[in-house]
């Protein structure tokens, strides 16, 4: 029982920022712009979050508001975020540049002047910034002894409890309810898939694509903030180990629908958990095949089990037609 | 570029010069330049914004470092080879119209397994090159064969496979002690020069010449190379068939293109050339294989910024990978005032100027019509002769 706890909260925990980051790819790919750029944005992101979250470590409403202070983290992370994704957005809709080529552009961007900024406030070689504490949901903080709770109760709960979970799963109805059933949603996919028509029926594909890649810019900068909390052991590295480009693959796996986006993030999560827990050697029974290390072994398997799933499942699979087509009015 | 080199039909030198500033490859040369002069610019604005004292000599190291000494021109080169190999790869299959994100990965198994039997077979360089190239084509067939049989888009592929060639290369490795034996920890190679010097890239005297252990003939390699691509490109049926795939796949095989052979086997030669290029980085003797459990080698995806300078023309990529080895190495020197990821920074914005590059065409053109004017009337004006050079 415990251990299923752990299983399923691990796999919550990794899964979240995955989610985030692969909703917002969608909503950049729905309207027309591939945004290969997640992974640069989930840096700047998570940065500008950390950054701020270290400063106000200490002051005195902060210790008393915690998971206020982690909101407004995650509010700054996601700006942050939306703030880059302009730049990719401005060259691809106003400058009708190569999508691929700017997102690669915010990529090497990112990480770097992370490096650099980081560098520059705390000093020379310092590059990592360790969270405070207090940004963790503990049974204390709803004022419970966590010690009268059944263990895999804890677990489940307040093993890896941060408050970008609860926001992931908030944001992931809002996304769905945006994306299904409002007007909003259904000019932006119309955008994604055949711009000439919606502009011929007034739409405003311009405003459209640059809402799709500012939103996807916010998701990816709170999943920036989730990542770090929970799949970093809240330390910011100036780096997210290709999660950017792993909710990339997330994203198509769940063939540009939230639900299913949702499905291949815990899915991925789920082996990766797997995977991690072998390495902690918390999953002794499993065989080892007589090799040495077999941890990388275990490593290999998210990957692997992703990669055989959708090569039996994506024959169907279709990215939204006018993806990375730059808009021109030109052509019908 | 095709036509700027070759002058052989032009009816004089002015029609030549004005067909010079007229070409593709002019106005994507000068648009590159112009990236690069506007990435410096804003990178210099940066330093500033972080330490303004010494943000002047920062730049000064960035900038001439590179060509300090003979020590450094020839770790440029040895920098460039490997940037060039991977640069080739994702170049390659952005003519067939497929991005290849996953030269990381083709370069790691190529790097491991050509050290691989370099160590346990002791093969000589020229053999463990080969290794390499075979197993990158092989790590870049998965791509190709997802992608043509399954619909699996190349990027997802080639993204999970980078991640499983690291820890694959990393398991081979732990299971196979006579990797590290005699070396002090378990998580390097062991060096060449002491169990197969044979595998160490030959350095003709260029180590001696340059001082220099990074001196070898890695970067002639990947020259030849570059130049071979190039052939293939422009001058065979097959490189014919790739770039009409990349432009428009539809119409390639209505043309009756074989477009999923040409997919796979596009990805298979990106995948040798990554392969290639992790052989000279690690045959050279001055780097080792390292377990890392969660960090991709980024020579792979340093290599996509050097094909999209180059706007992908395989010419172009070898100055490309040049430039972007002389600032790697004159990032070192900024240190210990400026992080060297600062050439990074630099390095993003060239790359994010360059993907407007049909603007900057445009602008260049638009900047050149009086000189082009001047170039047809007579060569006696000085500043149209100064664009030739």
């Known amino acids: ?332 | 570029m095709k036509r700027t080199t070759k002058p052989s039909d032009a009816r004089s030198d002015s029609a030549f010069l004005s067909r010079l500033v007229d070409s593709a490859g002019f106005n994507s040369v000068a648009a590159s330049g112009i990236s690069i002069v506007l990435g410096l610019i804003f990178g210099f604005i940066v330093i500033l914004f972080i330490d303004a004292t010494s943000a002047a000599n920062g730049m000064g190291d960035l900038l001439t470092y590179g060509f300090s000494s003979l020590k450094q021109v020839a770790k440029v080169l040895y920098k460039t080879a490997p940037l060039l190999m991977t640069g080739l790869a994702v170049g390659f299959a952005f003519r067939a119209g497929l991005f290849n994100i996953g030269a990381t990965g083709q370069y790691t198994v190529g790097a491991f397994f050509a050290l691989y039997v370099a160590i346990l077979w002791h093969f000589p360089w020229w053999a463990a090159t080969l290794v390499a190239m075979v197993a990158g084509t092989l790590w870049g067939s998965i791509p190709g064969l997802f992608k043509a049989y399954f619909n699996v888009n190349e990027v997802i592929t080639s993204i999970m496979f980078n991640w499983i060639a690291l820890f694959l290369c990393n398991l081979i490795f732990l299971n196979n002690q006579a990797m590290w034996t005699n070396s002090s920890d378990s998580s390097r190679s062991i060096g060449l020069a002491f169990v197969n010097p044979s595998a160490l890239l030959p350095t003709l005297g260029l180590d001696v010449a340059l001082d220099s252990p990074y001196a070898n003939i890695g970067i002639f390699i990947a020259i030849l190379v570059a130049v071979v691509v190039f052939i293939v490109l422009e001058k065979t049926t097959f490189g014919y068939e790739v770039k009409a795939c990349g432009l428009n796949k539809n119409a390639g095989v209505y043309a009756g293109i074989k477009a999923k052979r040409n997919i796979v086997l596009s990805m298979m030669i990106a995948g040798g050339l990554a392969g290639i290029g992790g052989a000279l980085s690690h045959l050279a003797g001055t780097v080792n294989y390292t377990i890392s459990a969660n960090t991709l080698l980024p020579m792979g995806f340093n290599g996509i910024p050097v094909a999209l300078l180059a706007f992908s023309h395989p010419l172009g990529i070898i100055a490309s990978a040049l430039l972007i080895g002389f600032l790697q190495v004159g990032g070192e020197a900024m240190q210990p005032e400026f992080s060297s990821e600062m050439v990074n920074i630099i390095l993003s914005v060239i790359i994010y100027f360059s993907a407007f590059s049909l603007i900057m065409r445009n602008l260049v053109k638009r900047m050149t019509p009086k000189s082009r004017k001047k170039a047809a009337a007579g060569p006696s004006d000085p500043a149209s002769k100064g664009v030739d050079a």
């Open chain 1, 1 to 332: 029982m415990d251990f299923l706890a752990l299983i399923l909260s691990s796999t919550i925990a990794y899964g979240v920022s995955l989610l985030l980051v692969g909703l917002g790819g969608m909503f950049s790919e729905r309207s027309g712009i591939i945004n290969i750029a997640l992974e640069g944005i989930m840096v700047f992101g998570g940065m500008f979050g950390s950054i701020f979250l270290s400063l106000v470590a200490e002051a005195a409403w902060v210790l008393e508001h915690p998971q206020w202070t982690v909101l407004i983290a995650t509010v700054i992370a996601g700006l942050s975020g939306g703030l880059l994704s302009i730049l990719l957005g401005y060259a691809a809709i106003k400058l009708n540049a190569d999508q691929t080529i700017s997102g690669t552009a915010l990529n090497i961007f990112a990480p770097a002047f992370a490096v650099a900024l980081v560098w520059a406030i705390q000093g020379q070689g310092l590059t990592d910034i360790k969270l405070p504490a207090f940004i963790a949901i503990t049974a204390e903080t709803f004022g419970i002894d966590s010690t009268t709770l059944p263990t895999w109760l804890d677990t489940l709960l307040f093993k890896k409890m941060y408050l970008t979970i609860p926001i992931a799963f908030i944001l992931l109805v809002i996304s769905y309810i945006v994306l299904y059933k409002t007007r909003f949603g259904l000019r932006l996919r119309a955008c994604g898939e055949h711009p000439q028509a919606a502009d011929s029926v007034g739409v405003n594909v311009h405003r459209m694509r640059y809402s799709g890649v500012i939103i996807s810019g916010v998701l990816a900068g709170i999943g920036g903030m989730a990542f770090i909390m929970s799949s970093s052991q809240s330390t910011f590295t100036a780096s997210v180990a290709g999660y950017g480009f792993l909710a990339l693959a997330v994203m198509i796996f769940g063939n540009w629908k939230p639900l299913s986006i949702m499905g291949a993030a815990f899915f991925f999560a789920f082996f990766k958990t797997i995977s991690a827990l072998a390495i902690d050697d918390r999953l002794s029974f499993l065989p080892t095949f007589g090799l040495a290390s077999p941890e990388y072994l275990y490593n290999i398997l998210p990957y692997l089990i992703t990669m055989l799933v959708l090569a039996f499942t994506s024959k169907k699979s279709r990215a939204p037609k006018a993806e990375g087509i730059p808009y021109d009015v030109g052509k019908r």
